[in-house]
């Protein structure tokens, strides 16, 4: 089951068995309803060519992150869910996708003028008032992004900006969402991926928050250390960036973690206590799974 992106990003694709990272534009086409229309990212810019007005892809990339500080934790993260909405506009009408692999994807809610949840399902879909004859349930296909056939796809993530970029400050792709961004000039713990000789390479460069000794390296740090290691910081993505990183394993039959074991796991209210999590870290809400192919 094939998303659709809000704006282009480099992508960790497997396409005949291997992986290749490249940048993805999001636009491409899809089915709704068994109708074929085209689509693009509502965070692109520029109108792409075509006889048309494409369907605009919303999703909960499209939310703003806010913090405030708060007497017992330093400071609560939090998103407003009641003006994290799709825009208001007459014109428009709004198509929530939603689904899972078996079922696939269909439309599980029509929000006429907006306003839809940006949480509430995969993605959305909004479109002006000429498209017709999509009722509740209808069923939605990627069948192509960037020009790559979605059939020819055997599995894809999208990834953080590169090494250079984030040495750069070129990161506005991801800031609006993130609220505190960790590819601003901070100490972070980073999980680095890369192609390199034939190679997917996997990196974690630690870090323990709220410390003051060992918060992790900036970006520009992380593009000096990469440099050292013989990688090129241009082709060296983010898959993680924040306040902990860590990477599983498999060895010889035995689970071995690489990376944040430090995690300590604030409270939801003033009534629990802080938790030292140590190794167990806290529950994956999504994981990249690798698995050797003989």
């Known amino acids: ?15 005949d068995g291997q992986p290749v990272i490249e940048p993805l534009p999001a636009r491409g086409t899809l089915t709704l309803g068994g109708q074929p229309y085209r689509w693009v990212g509502s965070k692109e810019s520029g109108m792409p060519p075509g006889p048309a007005a494409p369907l605009f892809v919303y999703g909960a990339a499209n939310c703003e992150i806010r913090y405030r500080d708060h007497p017992r ?16 506009s007459d014109s428009v009408v709004d198509y929530v996708v939603a689904g899972g692999p078996e079922r696939g994807l269909r439309v599980s ?22 498209v017709t004859d999509v ?11 960037a020009g790559h056939e979605a059939s020819a796809l055997e599995s894809g993530i999208s ?29 972070y713990a980073r999980t680095l991926i890369a192609r390199h000789d034939g190679q997917l390479v996997l990196q974690i460069l ?23 290691d ?11 960036g924040g306040a902990s990183s860590k990477i599983t394993y498999r060895h010889a039959g035995r689970s071995r973690v690489v990376g944040s074991m430090h995690y300590l796991r604030w409270p939801a209210d003033t009534t629990e206590p802080f938790r030292w999590q140590g190794v167990q870290g806290r529950a994956l809400h999504s994981a990249l799974i690798l698995n050797h192919r003989s």
Do not use: W
């Open 73 to 88: 934790t330093g400071f609560l993260r939090h998103v407003d869910r009641s003006s994290n909405v799709t825009p208001l």
């Open 159 to 187: 990834l953080g900006p590169s090494v250079a970029d984030a040495a750069n400050g070129r990161t506005a792709a991801y800031d609006t969402s993130l609220g505190k961004s960790p590819f601003q000039d901070a100490r």
């Open 109 to 130: 809610q029509i929000q006429p003028g907006g306003g839809s949840d940006l949480f509430s399902g995969s993605f959305i879909l909004r479109a002006d008032r000429s």
């Open 1 to 15: 089951m094939i998303s659709a992106p809000t704006i282009e990003k480099p992508t960790l694709l497997v396409r």
């Open 206 to 228: 630690d870090g323990a928050p709220h410390t003051d000794t060992f918060r992790g390296v900036t970006p520009r740090e992380t593009a000096e250390l990469c440099a050292a």
């Open 135 to 145: 009722t509740l349930g209808a069923p939605v296909e990627i069948t192509e992004i």
């Open 230 to 240: 013989g990688l090129d910081p241009r082709h060296v993505y983010h898959l993680d």
